[in-house]
């Protein structure tokens, strides 16, 4: 996947994932499908996302079924969380399900802070 993305070609990015993938963009936006997933990253990939690259650190693995795997992984530099959904396929795995969300350290730090205030009371 993240060979993929330094290539910028937005069917080798999509093949990563399942025909029938669903995958929940940065910016909320719903993918359905490889073949949306190969244009709008095919679109990035020739502009905003031209010549970058992605580096996923991996936080947990979990698998759910010798065929499904959960990950959990986090993007340090855009701060944010990702969760992928990894089925066995002939050739290895497949990403059926992806979301990547942003943190709000602010947020965070208030959700925090009211649920140890919550605790005290």
């Not at 719903?30 to 709008?40: P, Q």
């Not at 990894?86 to 795995?93: C, D, F, N, Y």
Request: glycine fraction near 6%; proline fraction near 2%.
């Amino acid at each position: 996947m993240c060979d993929a993305w330094e290539q910028g070609e937005g069917n080798a990015y999509a093949a990563c994932f399942t025909e029938d993938s669903d995958y929940v963009t940065f910016n909320g936006m719903h993918l359905r499908g490889r073949s949306e997933n190969a244009r709008l990253h095919g679109a990035l990939f020739r502009g905003v996302l031209k010549r970058t690259r992605i580096t996923p650190n991996v936080s947990s693995i979990e698998l759910l079924s010798s065929t499904v795997a959960l990950v959990h992984s986090s993007n340090d530099r855009k701060r944010s969380r990702q969760t992928f959904v990894l089925v066995k396929a002939e050739g290895g795995w497949l990403i059926r399900s992806f979301q990547n969300t942003p943190q709000r350290p602010v947020s965070i730090f208030f959700t925090r802070w009211l649920q140890r205030r919550q605790r005290q009371l």
